[in-house]
Every structure is written in C-alpha cells, then in structure tokens.
C-alpha cells in the first residue's frame, strides 16, 4: 500500500496541523488573561490604532468579519472595548478596562516570543516571514 503524500507536501494540511500545534501553545501562554490569544491580538491592534471598524480589524488580523463582530461584542461586555455606529459600520475603540488587559497581554506576547524562539530555535524568524509573505500572496489572489 502506497501513502499519500500530503503528510510532508500539502499547503493546507501542513498549515492546519501546524497551526493546532502553535494554537496549544499560545493557548498555554495567554491563559493568565482568561481569553483565547485572538482577543489579546484584537486588543493590541487597538492599541496600535486605538479606533478601528470591525472591517478593518479583519483586514489587518485576517479573521473573518462575524468572528471580529462576535470577538469584539465579548470584549465590550468586559468594558475591555467600547462599540459605537457610524453609519452601517460598526467603530471599536478601547475601553475602561483596556489598560490592565492590555499589560497582561503585553506580557503574554512577549512570553510566547520567548517560547516559540526556544521550541522553533532558528527556523522561527525565516518560517513566519514566509507565512507572511505566502499568506500575502494568497489573500491578493483571493481578492
């Protein structure tokens, strides 16, 4: 019986497997925030830009439009963003509670920097400018 070969050269499988592997890992180190790393990427983007529309959140995060909508709706519950509407978008800024998250989350990037440069050793910095610049040439195909 011959084996496929998707295991070592499928694009898609490859990535999937990859991301559940860094997803466990990321999941370890942002738990002392009490959310999933996607809300912590969302918050430092507002920090970056402290007042975004849920549209532009996607773009630069690559979520899709409802996850953000749906992300960004929990994070207001928590006073951690305020939500207001301009015309049919929907504008995010942060909020009250902002500032101590964001330090946490701040500290959380920074320990899952450390963590993966020490799991990943010198393929790390090579491996993500490709993902990033293969994932750029994959959403200018997309759009």
């Not at 996607?38 to 849920?54: C, F, G, H, K, V």
């Not at 015309?87 to 942060?94: E, F, H, I, M, N």
């Not at 393929?123 to 293969?134: I, S």
Request: hydrophobic share 40%; charged share 15%; glycine share 4%.
């Amino acid at each position: 019986m011959t084996q496929h070969h998707f295991y070592q050269t499928c694009a898609y499988f490859t990535a999937a497997r990859y991301m559940r592997s860094i997803e466990r890992v990321a999941d370890a180190t942002f738990a002392p925030t009490g959310l999933k790393p996607a809300y912590s990427y969302i918050m430092m983007a507002l920090e970056d830009t402290p007042t975004m529309t849920i549209m532009a959140i996607s773009e630069q995060l690559g979520y899709e439009r409802s996850t953000v909508s749906r992300l960004v709706k929990a994070l207001a519950q928590r006073d951690l963003v305020q939500l207001a509407t301009a015309g049919r978008a929907t504008t995010v800024s942060l909020g009250p509670a902002s500032t101590d998250f964001l330090k946490l989350a701040n500290q959380c990037l920074t320990a899952f920097g450390e963590q993966t440069d020490a799991y990943l050793g010198a393929d790390k910095a090579p491996m993500t400018a490709l993902l990033t610049k293969n994932n750029q040439k994959l959403r200018q195909q997309l759009s």
